[in-house]
């Protein structure tokens, strides 16, 4: 599966985005997907991942209540709105898939088999 990330930008703070994740290739409705950031200097970090077939989400602690994903397997994309957002927000947001058809969701990113190309995000304060 090949994705392709993007809608990252500048915002500041409190401000909204919606990154997209677009996917091509055979099989995508049977991936999970996860979205992960990277800001300058620190590790690669779990941002939120769905299942297969959305029946399961999953948030890291600091963004649950503001950031909400989703997906539409027909349209092979799946999505991340960012609200009220915050400086330490700003990052490289990378999107990820791995085969999983089953309702689980994947946090780790040793997991993840396919990536995209990450777009950026900076919120200023």
């Known amino acids: 599966v090949q994705l392709q990330a993007s809608g990252g930008g500048l915002v500041q703070a409190g401000g909204s985005l919606r990154l997209s994740c677009a996917a091509s290739g055979y099989g995508f409705s049977n991936n999970a997907v996860g979205w992960f950031r990277q800001a300058p200097g620190k590790e690669r970090e779990f941002v939120s991942a769905i299942s297969f077939n959305g029946g399961m989400t999953d948030y890291r602690d600091t963004v649950k209540g503001r950031f909400s994903i989703s997906r539409d397997n027909a349209k092979e994309m799946v999505y991340l709105q960012m609200n009220s957002l915050r400086p330490e927000d700003t990052a490289i947001y990378y999107c990820?898939?791995?085969?999983?058809?089953?309702?689980?969701?994947?946090?780790?990113?040793?997991?993840?088999?396919?990536w995209g190309q990450g777009t950026e995000v900076t919120v200023s304060s």
């Open positions: 990820a898939a791995v085969y999983a058809p089953h309702n689980i969701v994947v946090v780790t990113t040793g997991e993840y088999v396919d």
